[in-house]
Structure formats: structure tokens, C-alpha cells
């Protein structure tokens, strides 16, 4: 009997986690040949995934995303189910009816805002969303949400400080305003963001979510800048200080259904990342579930991973929630340093990492 099968003779019930099947609400695929590389990973631990729209050029309308999911499903492992739910990137010239048509689609499930010039692929964004009255209008009249990438684009305002300016110059007077509006503020990475989506009043205002990363839930700044500068940790909004993933953290296992899984998983390839300008993104699609299984075990909330992985983002979205599961073991395992995508690397987040949880595939 060799080493392996001794560990499974003698593996307890507390060392399976089986769940419902999680369903990941904030991805980037890209296109081509890396669409292909990455899709599979994602497609092995998820149910469904809201696919982003900032392609180059992005996906700005409903026949643009129409062709997009088309080349998502062609991407998809024979036999294998797989759902791509898409999103249209708003533009100061979104108009109501391009509204109407994606709420018409029955695959696209909302619209994402990103302000010009916050994050990668982000130049077509939104410069003022006094422009957008008329697409948001029609949001709010459809139930369409507008997920947000939370930061002010304005230059002067530090960086490690605009997600929380967003809230005060963007976010809540876009509430107000629009006060049937549904939001999801996408990969919260502050004390701030998690207190306001925690508090928010959604009687008076419409319904709000928040996604999680399993980079801020696992990493603070130190990981990205202590002992020499750490590209593959670079992501937008960039990692803050150890007070603010506390506080992720408690919202991830507060058992709140305003708060769900977006891996955010970001594919660039190595030397885009190790780069005197290195872009920003982390990829995490092939050991999500993994990581957010790490955390969650650390925090001793396994119990709550199953409601944030596989319920409360079916539920904002109103999808029904998955019926087939997915098993994680405890079994020490360690991450690949490197991917191979086509010709090129990707670095997964935590390369050379030991996890303690994987993934059990049928
Ligand atoms: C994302 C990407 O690479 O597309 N990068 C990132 O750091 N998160 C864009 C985004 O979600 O901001
Ligand atoms: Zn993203």
C-alpha cells in the first residue's frame, strides 16, 4: 500500500467538505488562445461565472457579447456543463435601448462600470456618469444591476485611498439618485467598503452585493512590497493593510448574503506581470476554490463557505441556485509555479504555496 492510499484509508469525514457547486460572479476569460487555456480551470470548480467585458475593444454591446459567450461555450471541455453569464461595459454613450436589448438577451446579467483609466483595459470607461442617466435610468426601470469597480479614477487621490473615496464621491450619491438601482460593488478591499455594503439601507435603496477576492480575503500589502517588490500580487484595487483584510474576512464568514465569490481571476502572462510597468491582476481560476478553502479553514468558517460560494450570489442575481456539488479533501498540495498557456506562462497567485484543501474532480 503506498503513501496515498494509506492518507485516504485514513481520512475522516472532517476531511471532506462536499457543497453545492460554487458559481463565480467576477472573471476575466480574455479571448483566443488564452480564452482557451483558462476557461477549462474555471469550468472544472464552477457552475457559472459573470464573464467581464474589458476586452480590447471591449464588449460594449449586446451583439458584441452575443459573439463573445459564443466563443466562451466553444471553449468549454466536451461534457462539461458550464454556464457563461455576460456583462456589456458601460461607456458614456451606453444608450437606454442598448439596455433594454442586453435585459432582452436573457444571458446578460449586468452592467459593468469601470471609471476611465482605473484599472486594466479601462480607457473606453466612464469618464462621468452624468453622461450614463439615460443607460442607468433604464437599469433601475429593468432591475439590471451595474456592478462597479470601486475607485476614483482621479489621479491626485492616493491609491491606497480610492475605493474608499469612491464610496463618498460615487457610490452613495449614485444610490441616491438612482434609488432602485441594484449594485454590486465588485472586489471590496477595504474596512470601508465592507462597512458601507454591510449597512447599506435597501429598503429605501435598492439592493446591494459585494464580491470578494480570495487575494484580499488572503494577503495584505506586506505580501505584495515586504522584503522586495511582488508583481504577481499586483492587483486593482491594489492589496491594503492588514486591518482592512480583517475585515474582509469577517464579512466573507458573517454568514451575510450581501457579500459572495468573484475570484476576479485575471490572466497575464509572466513577463507582462514581470515588467518595469507590470500590469495588474492575479490568477487564481485554477485553485480558487482551494484558496478561498485555505482562508475559510483559517478562520475556522468552513461551515460558512458553501453560503458565500454557491447561494447568496445566485440569490442577488435571482438564479437558481446550483443542485450538483463539488468535494474538497484535505490533502497538502503545492501550487505550480508556473502555468503553461500556448506558448506563453502564467504565474497562478501563491506559486510554490502549500494548500492544505483541493479539489476532488469526478
Ligand atoms: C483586471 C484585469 O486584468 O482585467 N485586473 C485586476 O487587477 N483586477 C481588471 C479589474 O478587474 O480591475
Ligand atoms: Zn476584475
Given at each position: 500500500?503506498?503513501?496515498?492510499?494509506?492518507?485516504?484509508?485514513?481520512?475522516?469525514?472532517?476531511?471532506?467538505?462536499?457543497?453545492?457547486?460554487?458559481?463565480?460572479?467576477?472573471?476575466?476569460?480574455?479571448?483566443?488562445?488564452?480564452?482557451?487555456?483558462?476557461?477549462?480551470?474555471?469550468?472544472?470548480?464552477?457552475?457559472?461565472?459573470?464573464v467581464m467585458p474589458n476586452l480590447?475593444p471591449p464588449i460594449t454591446t449586446?451583439?458584441l457579447a452575443?459573439a463573445y459567450?459564443?466563443?466562451?461555450?466553444?471553449?468549454?471541455?466536451?461534457?462539461?456543463?458550464?454556464?457563461?453569464?455576460m456583462t456589456l461595459y458601460?461607456?458614456?454613450?451606453?444608450?437606454?435601448?442598448?439596455?433594454?436589448?442586453?435585459?432582452?438577451?436573457?444571458?446578460?446579467?449586468?452592467?459593468?462600470?469601470?471609471?476611465?483609466?482605473?484599472?486594466?483595459?479601462?480607457?473606453?470607461?466612464?469618464?462621468?456618469?452624468?453622461?450614463?442617466?439615460?443607460?442607468?435610468?433604464?437599469?433601475?426601470?429593468?432591475?439590471?444591476?451595474?456592478?462597479?469597480?470601486?475607485?476614483?479614477?482621479?489621479?491626485?487621490?492616493?491609491?491606497?485611498?480610492?475605493?474608499?473615496?469612491?464610496?463618498?464621491?460615487?457610490?452613495?450619491?449614485?444610490?441616491?439618485?438612482?434609488?432602485?438601482?441594484?449594485?454590486?460593488?465588485?472586489?471590496?478591499?477595504?474596512?470601508?467598503?465592507?462597512?458601507?455594503?454591510?449597512?447599506?439601507?435597501?429598503?429605501?435603496?435598492?439592493?446591494?452585493?459585494?464580491?470578494?477576492?480570495?487575494?484580499?480575503?488572503?494577503?495584505?500589502?506586506?505580501?505584495?512590497?515586504?522584503?522586495?517588490?511582488?508583481?504577481?500580487?499586483?492587483?486593482?484595487?491594489?492589496?491594503?493593510?492588514?486591518?482592512?483584510?480583517?475585515?474582509?474576512?469577517?464579512?466573507?464568514?458573517?454568514?451575510?448574503?450581501?457579500?459572495?465569490?468573484?475570484?476576479?481571476?485575471?490572466?497575464?502572462?509572466?513577463?507582462?506581470?514581470?515588467?518595469?510597468?507590470?500590469?495588474?491582476?492575479?490568477?487564481?481560476?485554477?485553485?480558487?476554490?482551494?484558496?478561498?478553502?485555505?482562508?475559510?479553514?483559517?478562520?475556522?468558517?468552513?461551515?460558512?463557505?458553501?453560503?458565500?460560494?454557491?447561494?447568496?450570489?445566485?440569490?442577488?442575481?435571482?438564479?437558481?441556485?446550483?443542485?450538483?456539488?463539488?468535494?474538497?479533501?484535505?490533502?497538502?498540495?503545492?501550487?505550480?509555479?508556473?502555468?503553461?498557456?500556448?506558448?506563453?506562462?502564467?504565474?497562478?497567485?501563491?506559486?510554490?504555496?502549500?494548500?492544505?484543501?483541493?479539489?476532488?474532480?469526478?
Amino acid at each position: 500500500m503506498d503513501l496515498q492510499q494509506t492518507k485516504m484509508q485514513t481520512k475522516s469525514q472532517n476531511d471532506f467538505l462536499k457543497i453545492i457547486r460554487p458559481d463565480d460572479w467576477h472573471l476575466h476569460v480574455r479571448d483566443g488562445a488564452v480564452l482557451a487555456a483558462v476557461l477549462p480551470h474555471t469550468a472544472r470548480q464552477f457552475s457559472r461565472a459573470l464573464v467581464m467585458p474589458n476586452l480590447k475593444p471591449p464588449i460594449t454591446t449586446t451583439a458584441l457579447a452575443l459573439a463573445y459567450r459564443q466563443r466562451i461555450l466553444a471553449a468549454i471541455p466536451f461534457g462539461r456543463a458550464f454556464e457563461p453569464l455576460m456583462t456589456l461595459y458601460l461607456t458614456n454613450d451606453t444608450s437606454a435601448d442598448e439596455i433594454a436589448r442586453a435585459q432582452d438577451s436573457g444571458v446578460i446579467v449586468g452592467i459593468k462600470l469601470y471609471p476611465a483609466g482605473a484599472t486594466t483595459n479601462s480607457d473606453a470607461g466612464v469618464t462621468d456618469l452624468r453622461q450614463c442617466a439615460a443607460a442607468l435610468e433604464m437599469m433601475q426601470k429593468l432591475g439590471l444591476p451595474l456592478l462597479v469597480h470601486g475607485e476614483s479614477a482621479d489621479p491626485a487621490v492616493d491609491i491606497f485611498d480610492r475605493e474608499k473615496v469612491f464610496i463618498d464621491t460615487v457610490l452613495a450619491p449614485l444610490r441616491s439618485d438612482y434609488p432602485a438601482l441594484k449594485v454590486v460593488f465588485e472586489h471590496i478591499t477595504t474596512k470601508e467598503a465592507a462597512e458601507y455594503v454591510a449597512q447599506a439601507d435597501t429598503v429605501r435603496t435598492g439592493a446591494i452585493g459585494a464580491t470578494i477576492t480570495p487575494q484580499h480575503l488572503l494577503f495584505n500589502r506586506n505580501a505584495m512590497l515586504a522584503g522586495g517588490i511582488r508583481p504577481h500580487y499586483y492587483c486593482l484595487p491594489v492589496l491594503k493593510r492588514e486591518t482592512h483584510r480583517q475585515a474582509l474576512l469577517a464579512a466573507a464568514v458573517s454568514g451575510s448574503p450581501r457579500f459572495f465569490l468573484g475570484t476576479d481571476s485575471a490572466p497575464h502572462t509572466k513577463q507582462a506581470k514581470e515588467n518595469a510597468c507590470g500590469c495588474a491582476g492575479c490568477y487564481t481560476a485554477s485553485h480558487a476554490m482551494e484558496l478561498y478553502a485555505q482562508v475559510f479553514d483559517e478562520a475556522h468558517a468552513l461551515d460558512k463557505l458553501e453560503g458565500f460560494a454557491s447561494f447568496y450570489g445566485a440569490d442577488f442575481y435571482q438564479r437558481p441556485r446550483n443542485t450538483d456539488t463539488l468535494t474538497l479533501t484535505r490533502q497538502d498540495w503545492q501550487v505550480p509555479a508556473e502555468l503553461r498557456v500556448e506558448s506563453e506562462v502564467i504565474v497562478p497567485l501563491g506559486a510554490n504555496d502549500t494548500l492544505r484543501w483541493q479539489c476532488v474532480y469526478a
